[in-house]
């Protein structure tokens, strides 16, 4: 388990079952090198955070290297709780619209 601490300083839970279960229903993500580091990067220097459909903040972070470059991290997680998945998508206008920004760099 790895804690982090958020752009609202709050703690955040990444526990490795979480990543073991996100690689098993998004394959795609073990071409991430250091995908833990990423996901801490992501929730304690995101671009930008979202609030989430069912009250998580979901921290956005621009992929700038390897296979990934030029996509967007998607981590949702829960305020002094835990990270629940990673994903990464290039459609973040899609994601964007319609959502609350709750921070931005």
Known sequence: MVL???VFDN?????????RI?????????K?????Q?????????????AGKYGENIAVKRIVAGYFSGK?????????????????TSQIEKMVGGRLILWKR
């Open 22 to 30: 996100t690689l098993a229903r998004h394959p795609e993500m073990v």
């Open 11 to 19: 703690d955040v839970r990444l526990n490795f079952s979480t990543l």
């Open 38 to 50: 990423e996901v801490v990067t992501a929730v304690s220097e995101p671009d930008f955070v979202l």
């Open 72 to 88: 967007w991290l998607l981590v949702p997680y829960q305020e002094g709780g835990d990270v629940s998945t990673v994903s990464a």
């Open 4 to 6: 982090v601490q958020s």
């Open 32 to 36: 991430m090198k250091r995908l833990d």
